[in-house]
């Protein structure tokens, strides 16, 4: 499975679950651009594409595309290293076009 971080995500997820092909916005020079672009671009090149931004369903038409999308409470680091298994079930799971949501109680902070 492909997957792109998106840059407010700590890198430490390509590191940490290494059974992923794993990309990061910064690692494609896609750094700035905007979200719009950036799902339309990671939907034709990536199977999952993870953020920390709740509100990109709200901002985006989501319709349509393949690519599933992964959302974390928070990008504190501590936080997303207690996470990481959640992520990885997360990606496991995921089918074209879901919208993942992780709750925050999973994260061990409240």
């Known amino acids: 499975m492909k997957v792109l971080l ?3 995500v700590p890198r430490l997820i390509k590191t940490r679950l290494p059974q992923f092909a794993i990309e990061t916005v910064q690692d494609l020079d ?3 651009i905007k ?3 950036l799902i339309r671009r990671a939907d034709e090149q990536f ?3 993870i ?3 709740k509100n990109l369903r709200y901002q985006q038409n989501l319709a349509d595309r393949k ?3 992964i959302v974390l409470p928070t990008n504190r680091v501590p936080d997303v290293i207690s996470l990481l298994p959640a992520i990885d079930k997360a990606l496991k799971a995921a ?3 879901d919208f993942l949501e992780i709750p925050r109680s999973l994260s061990g902070s409240h």
């Open 67 to 69: 690519l599933a999308i």
């Open 47 to 49: 199977d999952a594409f």
């Open 51 to 53: 953020t920390a931004d």
């Open 35 to 37: 979200n719009g672009d």
């Open 6 to 8: 998106d840059e407010s």
């Open 30 to 32: 896609w750094t700035g």
């Open 95 to 97: 089918k074209p076009g």
